[in-house]
């Protein structure tokens, strides 16, 4: 890995509840005869919206144990390496929680409403809106003690914080076949008609002592109206991006140039479409290049060829076998996922999981990994680059056929089908089911089987051969033999 690893420590997580009263009154305008009192732009109301969760209902989904938590997530997928905590209130509010969440009216509209004010964009609303409601934090919070180093910096890993503005998120919302199409100013209820979309983002929050916040999680309150308060999913992803994490989509690509098929890896990160599996109630874990960057597992690295064997992240004992190639820059990752724990809805395949093989390119992460577009399919300079991280699916991509239809090797992008496809290695009745072979496999770029560029003298035929020599369970063997 050319990055160096972060090894983080367990860190403690306050959850805000924000609500907006423009007014400054402190009561609720809404009236079903009269909606407009919230969303006419003249109107001194425009943007007022309450939080419609209690603070009680917010510490269970971030903080209860054994009941699939945010704390439960974290647990799991570091192998009880790192977890989020709840902070302790210093300064509750009678009758509300002591530890973990607090909750806080600003006297601002809804950064959705705030947007569409004189003197502020998009970002401007947001980053007002954000500053506001932490700053609103410091009543209850002595945050200087989180201040460790004494450099007057709280980061994430000191303090996390997710912020849970009143109404609903957009990027879960979108999805609810309920609602229909909903945009930031068009929720799916009259009293709770603006959104914001989950975002990791900067801040400079002065507090008391002398401190600065300089970095939050912003996500709506609430997933859908099917689904209710926010889930695990998109606080999961956006406070993993607080820590380091990155993007494993598409960023930047306009809908003219997107490449709807480009071989992301889908469900298999919580960085791509993982934080949304059963409506965010079960992401998935963070690939395994981003697992052995912030330290959570060990990578072996298989010097010779032969049988080595993988343990599941439920086992407790997860590890990430790397297999280098004749490219120092290029190297293959191999990893179990077991269909148990937070990953039991993994996919829609028939099989309990299995061996998961990546191939990772160096060359692509050293220039684009920290831009969160080491798998993008976007144009730099009007040219797409390979992948740096990219998942070899046993199934999936489309399909290259001899004359007599028979499969010769995988073209470059997943199957335009929509076929359900297995995308685990596993011993079976099918041999065909245990082997990955690299030369069956090309870059989405450079189209080049095995590797996406060879070193001077060394053979195009080089390929890699994995077979796995055991069904699917916790623990399974794999045998590694390079040509």
């Given at each position: 890995?050319?990055?160096?690893?972060?090894?983080?420590?367990?860190?403690?997580?306050?959850?805000?509840?924000?609500?907006?009263?423009?007014?400054?009154e402190g009561i609720d305008h809404y009236d079903p005869a009269h909606p407009e009192l919230l969303t006419d732009k003249e109107s001194k109301y425009y943007g007022e919206q309450w939080a419609i969760a209690k603070p009680c209902e917010c510490f269970d989904r971030f903080f209860g144990?054994?009941?699939f938590s945010m704390l439960d997530f974290y647990h799991e997928m570091s192998g009880d390496k790192f977890w989020f905590y709840p902070v302790v209130i210093d300064h509750p509010d009678e009758g509300q929680p002591t530890s973990g969440v607090v909750a806080v009216t600003v006297s601002l509209p809804h950064p959705a409403a705030l947007r569409n004010r004189d003197g502020y964009d998009n970002g401007s609303a947001a980053a007002k809106c954000i500053r506001e409601i932490v700053c609103a934090c410091d009543k209850y919070i002595d945050f200087k003690k989180f201040d460790a180093d004494g450099d007057g910096i709280i980061t994430p890993n000191d303090l996390a914080i997710v912020i849970l503005n009143a109404g609903y998120d957009h990027s879960s919302c979108e999805k609810d076949k309920d609602c229909g199409f909903v945009d930031y100013e068009n929720g799916p209820t009259p009293t709770h008609r603006f959104q914001v979309h989950g975002t990791s983002q900067p801040t400079d929050a002065e507090m008391s002592g002398?401190?600065?916040?300089?970095?939050?999680?912003?996500?709506?309150?609430?997933?859908?109206?099917?689904?209710g308060l926010t889930t695990i999913g998109t606080p999961a992803h956006e406070l993993a991006h607080n820590l380091g994490a990155q993007d494993m989509y598409s960023r930047y690509t306009?809908?003219?140039?997107?490449?709807?098929?480009?071989?992301?890896?889908?469900?298999?990160?919580?960085m791509?479409?993982?934080?949304?599996?059963?409506?965010?109630?079960?992401?998935s874990y963070l690939d395994p290049y981003q697992r052995v960057y912030f330290g959570w597992t060990d990578e072996t690295i298989a010097a010779d060829d032969g049988v080595y064997t993988l343990y599941s992240t439920v086992s407790r004992k997860y590890n990430v076998l790397r297999i280098d190639t004749p490219d120092p820059k290029e190297y293959f990752l191999c990893e179990l996922r077991v269909k148990e724990g937070f990953e039991k809805h993994l996919d829609g395949a028939p099989t309990q999981g299995g061996v998961v093989i990546w191939h990772i390119d160096e060359d692509i992460n050293e220039e684009w990994f920290l831009k969160a577009q080491c798998v993008s399919s976007n144009r730099p300079n009007g040219q797409?680059?390979?992948?740096?991280?990219?998942?070899?699916p046993r199934q999936g991509m489309e399909r290259i056929l001899d004359e007599n239809g028979d499969f010769l090797r995988f073209g470059p992008m997943y199957a335009d089908d929509g076929t359900p496809a297995d995308p685990y290695f596993y011993k079976s009745d099918d041999p065909a089911t245990a082997v990955f072979e690299s030369d069956k496999y090309c870059g989405a770029a450079s189209l080049s089987y095995s590797l996406n560029s060879f070193p001077e003298g060394v053979d195009r035929n080089w390929r890699l051969t994995v077979e796995v020599l055991d069904e699917p369970a916790q623990q399974m063997r794999i045998k590694v033999?390079?040509?």
């Amino acid at each position: 890995m050319i990055l160096e690893k972060k090894p983080l420590t367990p860190a403690p997580l306050l959850v805000v509840l924000a609500s907006f009263d423009p007014s400054g009154e402190g009561i609720d305008h809404y009236d079903p005869a009269h909606p407009e009192l919230l969303t006419d732009k003249e109107s001194k109301y425009y943007g007022e919206q309450w939080a419609i969760a209690k603070p009680c209902e917010c510490f269970d989904r971030f903080f209860g144990e054994g009941c699939f938590s945010m704390l439960d997530f974290y647990h799991e997928m570091s192998g009880d390496k790192f977890w989020f905590y709840p902070v302790v209130i210093d300064h509750p509010d009678e009758g509300q929680p002591t530890s973990g969440v607090v909750a806080v009216t600003v006297s601002l509209p809804h950064p959705a409403a705030l947007r569409n004010r004189d003197g502020y964009d998009n970002g401007s609303a947001a980053a007002k809106c954000i500053r506001e409601i932490v700053c609103a934090c410091d009543k209850y919070i002595d945050f200087k003690k989180f201040d460790a180093d004494g450099d007057g910096i709280i980061t994430p890993n000191d303090l996390a914080i997710v912020i849970l503005n009143a109404g609903y998120d957009h990027s879960s919302c979108e999805k609810d076949k309920d609602c229909g199409f909903v945009d930031y100013e068009n929720g799916p209820t009259p009293t709770h008609r603006f959104q914001v979309h989950g975002t990791s983002q900067p801040t400079d929050a002065e507090m008391s002592g002398g401190v600065r916040i300089v970095r939050v999680s912003n996500i709506g309150e609430y997933r859908s109206v099917k689904t209710g308060l926010t889930t695990i999913g998109t606080p999961a992803h956006e406070l993993a991006h607080n820590l380091g994490a990155q993007d494993m989509y598409s960023r930047y690509t306009g809908p003219a140039d997107a490449e709807r098929r480009w071989p992301t890896p889908r469900r298999f990160s919580l960085m791509c479409n993982g934080n949304h599996i059963d409506d965010g109630n079960m992401p998935s874990y963070l690939d395994p290049y981003q697992r052995v960057y912030f330290g959570w597992t060990d990578e072996t690295i298989a010097a010779d060829d032969g049988v080595y064997t993988l343990y599941s992240t439920v086992s407790r004992k997860y590890n990430v076998l790397r297999i280098d190639t004749p490219d120092p820059k290029e190297y293959f990752l191999c990893e179990l996922r077991v269909k148990e724990g937070f990953e039991k809805h993994l996919d829609g395949a028939p099989t309990q999981g299995g061996v998961v093989i990546w191939h990772i390119d160096e060359d692509i992460n050293e220039e684009w990994f920290l831009k969160a577009q080491c798998v993008s399919s976007n144009r730099p300079n009007g040219q797409r680059h390979d992948l740096g991280n990219q998942l070899r699916p046993r199934q999936g991509m489309e399909r290259i056929l001899d004359e007599n239809g028979d499969f010769l090797r995988f073209g470059p992008m997943y199957a335009d089908d929509g076929t359900p496809a297995d995308p685990y290695f596993y011993k079976s009745d099918d041999p065909a089911t245990a082997v990955f072979e690299s030369d069956k496999y090309c870059g989405a770029a450079s189209l080049s089987y095995s590797l996406n560029s060879f070193p001077e003298g060394v053979d195009r035929n080089w390929r890699l051969t994995v077979e796995v020599l055991d069904e699917p369970a916790q623990q399974m063997r794999i045998k590694v033999t390079r040509s």
